[in-house]
């Protein structure tokens, strides 16, 4: 399965719903154009901000007819690239106890129990930042609100099938004082 910025995301507000004990579609994907909520009503949203790749990926090709059930064509292959990846994302709470929450959020994303749940997701708990109180005026109330920016560690994967040859000849020609010499060589598969 290629790596999907937006199947990350998912994990990651399926996390922060489940460590906070937050109602069903409380914590949402980022700058959306809906409806917050009643007022008083707390939810979250998360952004994946960015996306590091760590060192090199590892290539890996394999000849189609060792794959499936029956074999594949035999001039195919197919061809993986499988790489760490540092995804950070940005949780933002509104409302509520929001400053708390996303304290809490950072404790219990490392907890055993999370660190298991992610692991089973694909992801990996890497670090997180400071939590920062943001609490802001709206319609001449105070909102409390809390922003904190969490780094995962993720293994992406890229696969993709390509033609090859099959047998081909390769012609190679001396140039030197004497008479010029070609000889034909034919590749095939072993």
Not at 179 to 186: H, R, S
């Amino acid at each position: 399965m290629p790596f999907d910025v937006d199947v990350v995301a998912d994990v990651i507000r399926f996390a922060v719903r489940t460590v906070l004990q937050m109602p069903q579609n409380s914590v949402r994907p980022a700058n959306q154009n809906v409806p917050a909520g009643p007022q008083g009503q707390q939810f979250a949203t998360v952004l994946v901000t960015d996306v590091s790749q760590v060192g090199y990926d590892q290539e890996k090709i394999v000849n189609m007819p060792d794959v499936g059930d029956p074999p594949v064509d035999p001039e195919t292959v197919k061809w993986t690239l499988t790489g760490p990846r540092i995804v950070e994302a940005s949780l933002q709470l509104f409302r509520g106890d929001a400053y708390s929450k996303a304290c809490r959020a950072v404790s219990l994303l490392q907890s055993s129990f999370m660190t298991e749940t992610l692991q089973a997701l694909g992801l990996g708990f890497k670090s997180a930042g400071k939590v920062l109180n943001l609490t802001a005026l709206v319609d001449d109330t105070w909102e409390p609100r809390a922003q904190v920016n969490i780094q995962f560690c993720v293994i992406a994967q890229e696969q993709t099938i390509l033609d090859t040859f099959d047998t081909f000849p390769i012609a190679l020609e001396s140039d030197d004082s004497s008479p010029a010499n070609t000889t034909d060589f034919e590749v095939k598969e072993s």
